[in-house]
């Protein structure tokens, strides 16, 4: 059956340990991800693809979003979203941007107050600039940052909600049980996940790169005993060519030590230039 929003969230503020809960359509780190085309000129033009919070009177205080610029949506911005995206991008909604984002749109103007599109003519009026937000899972761009944006839209019905709570780091373990098990008394026909820590959401969203450094490992050492390698047959056959020479240092008094550090040296500038021609 379908639960309002608002009851869960009076259940969850109700759990002792609670600092802070929001409803939101995605979070950090999730896998779950809404992303629209923004530009600063109606369609069609150049977009960015940016992430897209539907946020609640308490979203930038639960997700620690810090305000650089401008303000917080006001009580009468906010509106009921039902599953409507047309609310996205018709009704001149403020809007509230990240720091990446506003760097992009407008790289040389204070963006407040200045019109952001996703698509259509009706743009949204962005009203306040935050510093750069966690994203979800694929969310962040490697070349232009994190580029992320809230709109004054409360997800309406529960089944379409991510409830993101701030809680004490210690003692979290005890303290999920007690959410789940208010959630069965309060809903005992709805099923509740087991709710996760941020810091798992992120562990998993880096496995991609923590599978790409262990295939890189093997290679790099590979590569650097090759390396060793060749430098040894090297030296050894630089001695085979000049027995003469090194006869002929040792003859003058140089001492094997000499020898050995000389040859050291010349090894040193020989991987030098190697490597300042690769």
Not at 14 to 23: K, L, N, Q, Y
Not at 65 to 71: E, K, N, P, Q, S
Not at 100 to 118: C, F
Request: proline share 8%; glycine share 8%; charged share 15%.
């Amino acid at each position: 059956r379908r639960v309002p929003t608002t009851d869960v969230l009076r259940v969850l503020r109700a759990v002792d340990g609670v600092r802070g809960v929001s409803a939101l359509n995605q979070v950090p780190y999730g896998r779950n991800a809404w992303h629209a085309g923004i530009s600063i000129t109606p369609f069609p033009s150049p977009r960015l693809m940016s992430s897209v919070y539907l946020a609640d009177e308490h979203a930038l205080e639960t997700l620690g979003a810090r305000l650089v610029l401008g303000r917080g949506f006001g009580p009468d911005e906010f509106h009921a979203y039902g599953g409507d995206s047309s609310r996205l991008h018709d009704s001149p909604l403020p809007a509230i941007i990240t720091a990446s984002l506003a760097r992009q749109l407008y790289p040389d103007r204070d963006p407040l107050g200045l019109p952001m599109y996703v698509r259509g003519a009706t743009p949204l009026r962005i009203i306040g600039v935050v510093e750069d937000l966690a994203l979800p899972a694929g969310a962040h761009h490697p070349d232009h940052g994190n580029l992320g944006m809230l709109l004054p839209l409360k997800v309406a019905n529960a089944t379409d909600a991510h409830f993101l709570l701030r809680m004490p780091a210690a003692g979290q373990a005890q303290h999920v049980p007690v959410v789940k098990r208010a959630l069965r008394d309060a809903f005992p026909a709805w099923v509740a996940t087991t709710p996760t820590p941020l810091s798992s959401l992120r562990w998993e969203s880096l496995a991609a790169e923590r599978q790409h450094l262990w295939l890189l490992s093997p290679a790099v050492a590979a590569w650097s005993c090759l390396t060793l390698f060749a430098f040894n047959v090297a030296g050894q056959w630089w001695i085979q060519q000049h027995p003469q020479e090194l006869s002929l240092r040792r003859a003058l008094g140089a001492s094997q030590r000499q020898v050995d550090a000389e040859l050291r040296l010349e090894y040193l500038v020989v991987a030098c230039a190697g490597m300042l021609l690769a």
